[in-house]
T-cell receptor, first 116, second 112 residues
Framework: DSGVTQTPKHLITATGQRVTLRCSPR?????VYWYQQSLDQGLQFLIQ???????AKGNILERFSAQQFPDLHSELNLSSLELGDSALYFC???????????????FGPGTRLTVL | GQSLEQPSEVTAVEGAIVQINCTYQ??????LSWYQQHDGGAPTFLSY????GLEETGRFSSFLSRSDSYGYLLLQELQMKDSASYFC?????????????FGKGTKLSVIP
């Protein structure tokens, strides 16, 4: 158990719909990262938040957005869903600082999204 | 942009040694990490190399050559439970940003 929680575990929805995925980082971690994992694309970095502010952006579609709240939990919003958005969505957290610990990201169990 | 290359599949015998290579092209390179992911599970951190050389953690070792943009993960005394996907990941630059770019993963199958 990494200490990172994600809800829901599974989500089945239809094209055109909007969903929200939720992530709670490990206690004390200020950074949250979102990744999308599909069979053909591997683990793709979407976005990073640090202490409530957006820190880095990867291959995130305009239909997707995220935010980090004052209690440090984060939500990833996916809208106008398409079949190709079906994937595993992982949240990870890390501690800021010096030393090797900052290089380790702790991943949650993921949310499996199926768009029908 | 960043790109990483690693073999898609490797098969090895229980008790043997296997090496998974990773080559990368990136700007602002800070270090190379390795993650393990079992089917249906989450990636878990294995090791990190920020400097050239070998890092050893139990049965696993990781090596980095920054001049060659190359690294590898070495797994010794293979066990059946080591069957999983292994990802190399580059930590890229950015003030305060610890963004990781992952390779597509190497599926390791350990056979009796």
């Amino acid at each position: 158990d990494s200490g990172v929680t994600q809800t829901p575990k599974h989500l089945i929805t239809a094209t055109g719909q909007r969903v929200t995925l939720r992530c709670s980082p490990r206690s004390g971690d200020l950074s949250v990262y979102w990744y999308q994992q599909s069979l053909d694309q591997g683990l793709q970095f979407l976005i990073q938040y640090y202490n409530g502010e957006e820190r880095a952006k990867g291959n995130i579609l305009e239909r997707f957005s995220a935010q980090q709240f004052p209690d440090l939990h984060s939500e990833l919003n996916l809208s106008s869903l398409e079949l190709g958005d079906s994937a595993l969505y992982f949240c990870a957290s890390s501690v800021e600082g010096t030393g090797t610990s900052i290089n380790e990201q702790f991943f949650g169990p993921g949310t499996r999204l199926t768009v029908l | 942009g960043q790109s990483l290359e690693q073999p898609s599949e490797v098969t090895a015998v229980e008790g043997a040694i296997v090496q998974i290579n990773c080559t990368y092209q990136t700007s602002g390179f800070y270090g190379l990490s390795w993650y393990q992911q079992h089917d249906g599970g989450a990636p878990t951190f294995l090791s990190y190399n920020g400097l050239d050389g070998l890092e050893e953690t139990g049965r696993f070792s990781s090596f980095l050559s920054r001049s060659d943009s190359y690294g590898y993960l070495l797994l010794q005394e293979l066990q059946m439970k080591d069957s999983a996907s292994y990802f190399c990941a580059v930590r890229s630059s950015g003030a305060g940003s610890y963004q990781l770019t992952f390779g597509k993963g190497t599926k390791l199958s350990v056979i009796p």
